[in-house]
């Protein structure tokens, strides 16, 4: 019998066996599996992921398939951002060159439930996304409170897990919650905060803040902290007694002002000065910072959150034009990572269940006015 012939291997070269190639290649695979199962968290079911954070809310508020998992509760709105020109003396972010740039923007409430009453948090957000002419965005997601509550990620779902509703109740343990708040002392400045100023009576009268740090960089390359907020024209009046009862006002007096005409906010840039905190959104920085008025924000109509622009758009507060970058602010990258897991799921019911998003929800948004 002849031997089956085997290849000769050009001069110098040694054969690799057939059972070596094969090591390589499960060694290979195993790593890749390896490197998913760890992203997906498996093989550190401890680690803080956007999974378990995205989980909690879910557990919380109870499913509401195609909606986002926090401030599911909003309305889209459109409009443009009108630039005077003075915010390229701190970016080159093309948005701040003299000239209108085209928003698309989210009005919401906090909390995982897209029919709880407009009273169930004394904060309103709204995102935005600014679509600049050579191609790029500007996204970002503001609330109605100069800081926030909680420093790290890791406290974010630490308050998370203490604001799991008691199944006897329906709603957060008292208790739990402000053992919570004790143990975090970082808090209380946004707790003074919120106890010191009233909600506004309006989505329209409401100042919004940026609250993260983030690095802008000018035409000459100097690179400073800022913070941004928008103020609106619409003078401010606190929550009325007739409101509070009422409970869902917001979507319905947001069109009837619209109905008037289009509603204005300044776009208010803050600067740090050396040493104010860039990685601590619970920390305000002094009231005597340099504050430069870039433009005016304009809204003219709303549409359903169900079928309007924004129902597609993950406003990821670090989608941001050359010119504007993240800073080292811990709450940034964990923003990031929570959006897009909130937007994979609730995309795939959509996708999966269109008619998940076909009836509004009652309490929610649904007229259109332009
Ligand atoms: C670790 C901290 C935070 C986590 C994990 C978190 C989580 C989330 C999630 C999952 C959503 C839903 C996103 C979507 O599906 O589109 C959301 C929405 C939102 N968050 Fe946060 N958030 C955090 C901090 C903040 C901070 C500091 C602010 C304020 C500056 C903020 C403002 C908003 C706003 C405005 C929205 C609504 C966006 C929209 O209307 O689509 N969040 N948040």
């Given amino acids: ?116 009453p407009d009273t169930s948090s004394p904060v309103r957000s709204l995102a935005l996304q600014f679509r600049l002419q050579n191609g790029e ?29 008691d199944p006897a109740t329906g709603k957060p343990d008292p208790a739990k919650l402000q053992a919570f708040y004790a143990a975090n002392p970082e808090t209380q400045p946004f707790l003074r905060w919120v106890k010191a100023h009233a909600p506004s009576s309006s989505l329209a009268n409401a100042a919004y803040y940026g609250i993260n740090a983030f690095l802008y960089t000018d035409a000459h390359g100097t690179t400073r902290a800022v913070r941004w907020s928008v103020v609106p024209d619409t003078p401010y009046a606190p929550l009325s007694a007739a409101q509070q009862a009422a409970k869902n006002f ?74 504007i970058a993240p800073s080292d602010d811990p709450l940034l990258a964990a923003r990031s990572a929570a959006y897009a897991l909130s937007f994979k799921r609730r995309t795939r019911e959509e996708a999966l269940h269109p008619e998940v998003h076909q009836t509004p929800v009652a309490g929610a948004h649904n007229g259109e006015h332009s």
């Fill in 250 to 323: 917001l979507a319905a007096d947001l069109d009837e002002r619209l109905q008037q005409g289009p509603l204005r906010w300044h776009l208010i840039l803050t600067v740090a000065q050396a040493g104010d905190p860039t990685d601590d959104a619970t920390l305000q920085w002094p009231d005597d910072r340099q504050r430069i008025d870039a433009g005016t924000l304009v809204l003219e109509r709303t549409t359903s959150q169900e079928d309007g622009t924004c129902r597609d758009i993950n406003f990821d507060p670090t989608i941001l034009p050359a010119g």
């Fill in 1 to 116: 019998m002849t031997q089956p012939s085997v290849p000769t291997p050009p001069s110098g070269e040694r054969p690799i066996c057939v059972r070596c190639r094969l090591a390589v290649i499960g060694a290979a695979v195993l790593a890749l599996a390896g490197g998913f199962a760890y992203t997906a968290g498996w093989l550190t079911p401890a680690r803080l992921s956007a999974p378990r954070i995205i989980d909690t809310f879910e557990a919380n508020a109870g499913p509401h398939p195609g909606y986002r998992r926090n401030h599911a509760k909003g309305l889209c709105v459109e409009g443009y951002f009108d630039s005077n020109g003075n915010g390229a003396a701190l970016s080159h972010a093309a948005v701040f060159a003299p000239g209108r740039t085209p928003v698309s923007g989210r009005f919401a409430v906090p909390g995982g439930n897209p029919s709880a």
């Fill in 137 to 165: 965005q500007w996204r970002t997601g503001m609330n109605s409170t100069p800081l926030f509550v909680v420093h790290t990620p890791a406290q974010f779902y630490q308050q998370l897990l203490a604001a799991k509703p």
